[in-house]
């Protein structure tokens, strides 16, 4: 079995079904970052208003790396896997294992708030 059709603690929580979401969330933020984008340039609107690009930017952030990574950070603050239908969890039951996904979800949300900040800035400065 591949990584992407099992459950690896720290490594992988979902399976093909859920990445598909998260790729889905990732292009749904990429979308409104460039839109909100677009319309700030086109409206003169103030620089600092610019750096609303922070939510957007994170959002598609999170969908894409949590994609990437075949790891929701959801699943592996609240224990949880799913390599089946979408809604349809297991429980992660071994302290050791939801330990080493409470480290994957936190870096997971380190990133995208790196990337968001970045995203921000970007758009404040241009």
């Known amino acids: ?4 059709n ?3 603690p720290g490594v992988c929580n979902i399976g093909p079904e859920e990445i598909q979401k ?7 933020g990429l979308i409104a970052t460039f839109g909100l984008w677009t319309f700030f340039i086109w409206n003169n609107t103030p620089a600092p208003w610019r750096l609303t690009l922070f939510f957007p930017g994170i959002i598609s952030a999170v969908g894409f790396l ?12 609240a224990a949880l896997f ?13 302290e050791e294992f939801r330990i080493r996904d409470r480290r994957e979800a936190w870096k997971i ?7 968001g900040l970045a995203v921000a800035f970007l758009g404040f400065a241009l």
Do not use: P
């Not at 079995?1 to 992407?4: E, I, V």
């Not at 949590?66 to 603050?77: L, P, S, T, V």
């Not at 390599?83 to 992660?92: C, D, I, S, Y």
């Open 22 to 28: 998260r790729k889905l969330v990732g292009w749904v």
């Open 1 to 4: 079995m591949s990584a992407q």
């Open 6 to 8: 099992q459950y690896i």
């Open 82 to 94: 799913n390599f089946g239908k979408a809604g349809e969890t297991g429980n992660v039951d071994s």
């Open 109 to 115: 949300l380190i990133y995208s708030t790196i990337i």
């Open 66 to 77: 949590q994609a990437y990574r075949h790891f929701c950070a959801y699943f592996g603050f």
